[in-house]
């Protein structure tokens, strides 16, 4: 019969005693410092996950320049005199590359000391790789102390400062080492040059913005009693549309800013709005969980669709198909039919608000911009996810398609990304933060986009650049606070030449290009090209 040898009762009886001890020890304190319970494979381990996480990578840095053996075997065919002098050169010349190698990687002078005392003496053979023999040896005293302390009882006890006494070496290594990696074994300033020409190329290849007419206010509507916070144009370009807190939707006449209708029947404010290009038909979506369509025929509603648990806060419609999307508080993304009232999908993923949906006819039909930060797209035949994008580190709130580009623009409180299609590939950042939560993005043919922050702040960006030509700040209205000073939606007109800003002071702002404006009389904001193209 095989005798099965069990585990060490001594080795048991250390274990569980420490993790006791430890238990019941939380918080005691002697001599005014907490105290340190050693296990000896406990610190073993520790120590060498500690080398190996980081000092790794200096294990197989390129050896120091010292003087071939091969020269001195050579000048021994000398006179006596002139192989002395050799040596004595040789010598001196070892000593200060030693040297200047320490001052490299000062930490590893004690080190050193350490490994004499010891007669540790490193050979010809191990000249390529002292570096890394230093390094295996600077964790020597504690392993000692553990060893000694261990065979003393079952715990044995270390002090922090005791610990940090006899590891001077691995502390002062570890010190010295952010200093290091300063510099390269490769040359004096050699990362720093390298990155400098990254950036140089980058610079010298991205394209130039060309001038753009900057943007001015002509007319200021007044007529809601609520924060303004959607806007739709119908595809006439006769008349707009918009949604308030005040739970009243708003037709204005495009031309003259005069109002032409009032229609009600939200209980809540109304979040979104879109007009059908195929239908005489307005959806809008409401804070009261409602979604409905109106028939701008007899101006009123028609159809509710039914099923979202919270606010809608987002809406929009399908370019080919008659589908309506619609995205709220419930953090799911709902597919419509628009004729049958029928709930086709339910999209969900998200774990927070669908605060933006933008539709395209291909796949991928659907993308939705959440306040968890994530962007989704979506396989509208499956009903399923397709790729979920993490660039952003804020949430979404508003988001942008291209009319000519298979891409589009997402903004957060972080950045303003771009993403192709269909795979969602990062392009880049805008060249500029806005610093501040942007909620609402307006892009028109001329490559011109326009973000609006919860600041009242506007930037104008030459879109495929990514440069801001210009920067705004709305003033808010006499009789409004300065705090009132937000953009909730952004739309432009047919043409792309007008832009209708919907704003927290109850007004709505139209603007256009100045056109007695020249590049000599109104320069753009100074282009500086990017350093990176970092997702961040």
């Not at 390129?62 to 006179?79: F, G, H, L, T």
């Not at 049958?340 to 669908?354: N, R």
């Not at 590939?425 to 933060?433: A, V």
């Not at 930037?459 to 006499?478: A, I, K, M, N």
């Amino acid at each position: 019969m095989t005798k099965v040898k069990g585990p060490d009762p001594v080795a048991l009886a250390e274990l569980s005693a420490k993790r006791t001890k430890a238990l019941f020890s939380i918080g005691e304190k002697e001599g005014g410092e907490e105290e340190m319970f050693m296990h000896r494979p406990s610190i073993e381990r520790k120590m060498s996950v500690k080398i190996r996480d980081e000092y790794e990578a200096v294990r197989h840095m390129a050896p120091p320049e010292i003087k071939s053996r091969d020269n001195k075997n050579n000048n021994n065919n000398n006179n006596n005199n002139n192989n002395n002098r050799a040596n004595s050169a040789a010598g001196a010349n070892d000593a200060s590359n030693n040297k200047r190698f320490e001052n490299t990687i000062p930490g590893l002078a004690e080190a050193a000391n350490l490994a004499a005392k010891n007669k540790r003496k490193l050979t010809d053979d191990n000249e390529k790789t002292d570096l890394a023999s230093l390094i295996d040896f600077i964790d020597e005293p504690v392993r000692e102390k553990v060893e000694a302390n261990a065979s003393g009882g079952i715990l044995a006890k270390l002090k922090s400062q005791e610990l940090g006494e006899k590891s001077g070496a691995l502390v002062q290594f570890n010190a010295d080492a952010n200093a290091a990696s300063k510099s390269s074994v490769f040359g004096a300033n050699a990362n720093m040059k390298s990155s400098a020409l990254v950036t140089a190329n980058l610079a010298s290849k991205w394209p130039r913005p060309e001038w753009k007419k900057p943007w001015k206010l002509y007319r200021v509507i007044s007529g809601h009693q609520g924060w303004v916070r959607s806007v739709a144009v119908d595809k006439s370009n006769e008349w707009f549309a918009t949604g308030s807190g005040d739970r009243c939707i708003k037709i204005w006449d495009l031309a003259t800013g005069g109002l032409k209708l009032t229609l009600t029947g939200h209980i809540e404010q109304v979040m979104g709005l879109a007009i059908s290009d195929k239908h005489p038909y307005m959806f809008s979506c409401g804070a009261d969980k409602k979604v409905k369509c109106w028939d701008l025929e007899y101006n009123k509603v028609i159809r509710n669709y039914h099923g979202h648990l919270s606010g809608v806060y987002s809406i929009a419609l399908h370019p080919d198909l008659d589908i309506l999307m619609t995205g709220g508080r419930d953090s799911a993304c709902r597919v419509w039919d628009m004729r049958t009232k029928a709930q086709v999908f339910c999209l969900s993923g998200h774990e927070s608000t669908v605060g933006s949906i933008i539709t395209e006819n291909v796949d991928p039909q659907i993308i939705t911009g959440s306040y968890d930060s994530t962007i989704k797209t979506w396989d509208l035949a499956a009903g399923k996810c397709m790729k979920t994008l993490t660039h952003h580190k804020k949430g979404v709130r508003a988001m942008v398609m291209h009319q000519k580009y298979w891409e589009f623009s997402s903004a957060s409180a972080d950045n303003i990304k771009k993403f192709g299609l269909p795979d969602g590939q990062f392009k880049h950042n805008m060249l500029s933060k806005q610093n501040a939560i942007v909620n609402a993005m307006a892009l028109n043919e001329d490559n011109v986009m326009i973000s609006g922050g919860d600041d009242g702040s506007m930037r104008f960006w030459d879109y495929e650049t990514g440069h801001c030509f210009q920067s705004l700040q709305t003033q808010v209205q006499p009789g409004s606070m300065e705090a009132e000073a937000g953009i909730f939606a952004l739309g432009f007109d047919k043409t792309g030449e007008r832009l209708i800003s919907c704003e927290a002071d109850k007004t709505i702002k139209m603007w256009k290009p100045d056109p007695d404006a020249s590049p000599e009389s109104h320069p753009n904001i100074p282009f500086l090209p990017p350093k990176s193209i970092g997702r961040s």
